[in-house]
């Protein structure tokens, strides 16, 4: 009979709680950020193309299950087949309830982001509990996180949570462990990683965060650098392993993404023809606008990310490892994209950083410990989050391509516009929509352009609409005429989500003086 001390009784209680709280959490962020979801994905980006390949691999599977030949080709969309292992279930599921539709594919489809956003949200509140040792600090900064940064609207945009769930996993995977290295934790961390790698098309610039994960995940005293020898002779097959399906994933991605651009033109020829900058200056003004542009800068859509930025320092003194990996994919997506003209596109805030911005709030969690909170700089962090609070509010609770379809209505959707005009401002589009919602009249949109000095005689007549006329909110919760039995289903998952939010809060709070003795 084993006889164990209350310390460690009290851990196994402790770690009991915290697993507990961590599945709590993930459902009560699935139904929150369920009840505000449009229910409704194919009008995002490429999403219909995804829906459509993922609906001719499930009709081929279904014939193959009765035992038919598969019948439906399959046009792989622009990022290739890998996110389709994540669609193709919730498609089959729908196929033997409802049979075959292409609204309730919409419909099911749409589930995808939410539930990929509130895995993120449970693995920075479970990171973050490592991090600060404080159950409270990491409850705090994972609900800012999940609701004061983009991370919001994207759970309904979808595009890049697939990408960003599984990096974020393999980090975690990679840096959180003090056992010996294992098999199934290999095997894990290299299926995240060749997810990662392969779901998107900007996965050859995250290489080199995964090739750094996966030094630190086998070489466990990464400062010893005479130590990475014996590494190497150690742990050669585990290593192997790692490499070998990261490429087998990144080899699939891109032999399917080759097949969609095979019928739209080379994508490397379009690149160098259109959209390729001209000189090292404009590569440095794009670097720059990744993070302070008034339509696309990551300061206004994820000021806390930003946040995670401006303390690295105190992070590598805490968690180096953490904050080369926050670093190195920062690094690759601002660099690549700044050799673009169009260094973002017409989506809600800096799409294309989406990835970086749960690693970089984790560096601010890790920073809790160095940082002397005054009361100045506990104001500065509230404000932060605030100000995103009320950002992603505006970014989910409207459509995106709204301010996409007022620009093509009145003949100004030019990507210089949409970039740099600050007429074009989504956040500042978003809250006139919101301004209209609540108090319907007349809005004209874009406001006149300002003429330096004279406007001149032969100048284009300018066009402006009644921007009242395009504030529908997206939420299917906010419009009962759609769906009013579903609209009610989302109100019930709304106060059921808030509740679970509370019951955690609440648990936290009080467990917390235990986890201190």
């Given at each position: 009979?084993?006889?164990?001390?209350?310390?460690a009784?009290?851990?196994?209680?402790?770690?009991?709680?915290?697993?507990?709280?961590?599945?709590?959490?993930?459902?009560?962020?699935?139904?929150?950020?369920?009840?505000?979801?449009?229910?409704a994905?194919?009008g995002m980006?490429?999403?219909?193309e995804?829906?459509?390949?993922?609906?001719?691999?499930?009709?081929?599977?279904?014939?193959?299950?009765?035992?038919?030949?598969?019948?439906?080709?399959?046009?792989?969309?622009r990022?290739?087949?890998?996110?389709?292992?994540?669609?193709?279930?919730?498609?089959?599921?729908?196929?033997?309830?409802?049979g075959?539709?292409a609204?309730?594919?919409?419909r099911?489809?749409?589930?995808?982001?939410?539930?990929?956003?509130?895995?993120?949200?449970?693995?920075?509140?479970?990171w973050?509990?490592?991090?600060?040792?404080?159950?409270?600090?990491?409850?705090v900064?994972?609900?800012?996180?999940?609701?004061?940064?983009?991370?919001?609207?994207?759970?309904?945009?979808?595009?890049?949570?697939?990408?960003?769930?599984?990096?974020?996993?393999?980090?975690?995977?990679?840096?959180?462990?003090?056992?010996s290295?294992?098999?199934?934790?290999?095997?894990?961390?290299?299926?995240?990683?060749?997810?990662?790698?392969?779901?998107?098309?900007?996965?050859?610039?995250?290489?080199?965060?995964?090739?750094?994960?996966?030094?630190?995940?086998?070489?466990?005293?990464?400062?010893?650098?005479?130590?990475?020898?014996?590494?190497?002779?150690?742990?050669?097959?585990?290593?192997?392993?790692?490499?070998?399906?990261?490429?087998?994933?990144?080899?699939?991605?891109s032999?399917?993404?080759?097949?969609?651009w095979?019928?739209?033109?080379?994508?490397m020829?379009?690149?160098?023809?259109?959209?390729?900058?001209?000189?090292?200056i404009?590569?440095?003004?794009?670097?720059?606008?990744?993070?302070?542009?008034?339509?696309?800068g990551?300061?206004?859509?994820?000021?806390?990310?930003?946040?995670?930025?401006?303390?690295?320092?105190?992070?590598?003194?805490?968690?180096?490892?953490?904050?080369?990996?926050?670093?190195?994919?920062?690094?690759?997506?601002?660099?690549s994209?700044?050799?673009?003209?169009?260094?973002?596109?017409?989506?809600?805030?800096?799409?294309?950083?989406?990835?970086?911005?749960?690693?970089?709030?984790?560096?601010?969690?890790?920073?809790?410990?160095?940082?002397n909170?005054?009361?100045?700089?506990?104001?500065?962090l509230?404000?932060?989050?605030?100000?995103?609070?009320?950002?992603?509010?505006?970014?989910?609770v409207?459509?995106?391509?709204?301010?996409?379809?007022?620009?093509?209505?009145?003949g100004?959707?030019?990507?210089?516009?949409?970039?740099?005009?600050p007429?074009?401002?989504?956040?500042?589009f978003?809250l006139?929509?919101?301004?209209?919602?609540?108090?319907?009249?007349?809005?004209?949109?874009?406001?006149?352009?300002?003429?330096?000095?004279?406007?001149?005689p032969?100048?284009?007549?300018?066009?402006?609409?009644?921007?009242?006329?395009?504030?529908?909110?997206?939420?299917?919760?906010?419009?009962?005429?759609?769906?009013?039995?579903?609209?009610?289903?989302?109100?019930?998952?709304?106060?059921?989500?808030?509740?679970?939010?509370?019951?955690?809060?609440?648990?936290?709070?009080r467990?917390?003086?235990?986890?201190?003795?």
């Open positions: 009979m084993s006889h164990r001390s209350p310390q009784k009290l851990s196994q209680v402790n770690a009991f709680v915290e697993s507990r709280i961590c599945w709590l959490w993930f459902l009560a962020m699935f139904l929150t950020y369920l009840s505000f979801s449009p229910l994905i194919a980006g490429y999403m219909d995804n829906i459509e390949s993922a609906q001719q691999i499930a009709a081929n599977l279904s014939q193959w299950m009765k035992g038919r030949s598969a019948q439906s080709p399959i046009n792989w969309p990022h290739g087949a890998v996110e389709m292992i994540f669609e193709v279930p919730l498609l089959l599921v729908q196929r033997a309830l409802s075959e539709s609204y309730l594919a919409d099911i489809v749409s589930l995808q982001p939410v539930l990929m956003t509130s895995a993120i949200s449970t693995i920075v509140l479970k973050s509990r490592r991090l600060t040792g404080n159950l409270k600090q990491a409850i900064i994972a609900f800012a996180a999940s609701f004061a940064t983009m991370l919001w609207p994207y759970a309904y945009i979808g595009l890049e949570t697939t990408q960003s769930l599984f990096l974020l996993l393999a980090g975690f995977l990679a840096l959180n462990y003090e056992k290295v294992s098999w199934p934790r290999t095997l894990a961390l290299a299926l995240s990683a060749g997810v990662a790698a392969s779901a998107k098309s900007n996965g050859l610039f995250l290489l080199p965060a995964l090739g750094f994960l996966a030094g630190a995940y086998l070489w466990r005293d990464w400062q010893d650098y005479q130590a990475i020898f014996g590494v190497l002779k150690k742990e050669w097959a585990k290593a192997s392993c790692l490499a070998s399906i990261i490429l087998v994933f990144y080899l699939v991605g032999y399917s993404r080759a097949s969609y095979k019928r739209h033109g080379s994508l020829d379009y690149v160098s023809r259109h959209v390729l900058i001209e000189s090292p404009t590569f440095l003004m794009n670097l720059w606008s990744q993070f302070f542009s008034l339509n696309k990551l300061v206004f859509f994820a000021p806390m990310a930003v946040v995670g930025l401006l303390v690295i320092r105190q992070t590598f003194r805490n968690e180096p490892q953490l904050a080369y990996f926050s670093l190195l994919i920062l690094g690759g997506a601002t660099c994209l700044s050799l673009l003209f169009p260094w973002q596109d017409e989506v809600w805030g800096p799409r294309y950083l989406h990835s970086a911005v749960a690693p970089l709030v984790l560096c601010l969690a890790a920073a809790l410990r160095q940082i909170w005054s009361r100045k700089r506990k104001t500065m509230f404000a932060a989050v605030v100000f995103g609070l009320m950002v992603s509010f505006l970014g989910s409207f459509y995106y391509g709204l301010l996409y379809n007022a620009a093509n209505a009145t100004t959707s030019t990507l210089e516009r949409l970039l740099n005009d007429r074009f401002n989504h956040i500042r978003n006139r929509l919101l301004r209209c919602r609540l108090a319907p009249g007349t809005e004209q949109w874009p406001e006149p352009e300002y003429w330096w000095f004279a406007k001149p032969d100048a284009p007549p300018e066009r402006s609409l009644n921007l009242c006329n395009y504030s529908r909110p997206q939420p299917l919760i906010f419009d009962s005429t759609k769906a009013p039995r579903l609209a009610n289903l989302l109100r019930l998952s709304l106060l059921a989500g808030v509740f679970l939010l509370a019951w955690i809060g609440r648990v936290g709070w467990a917390e003086p235990e986890q201190k003795e």
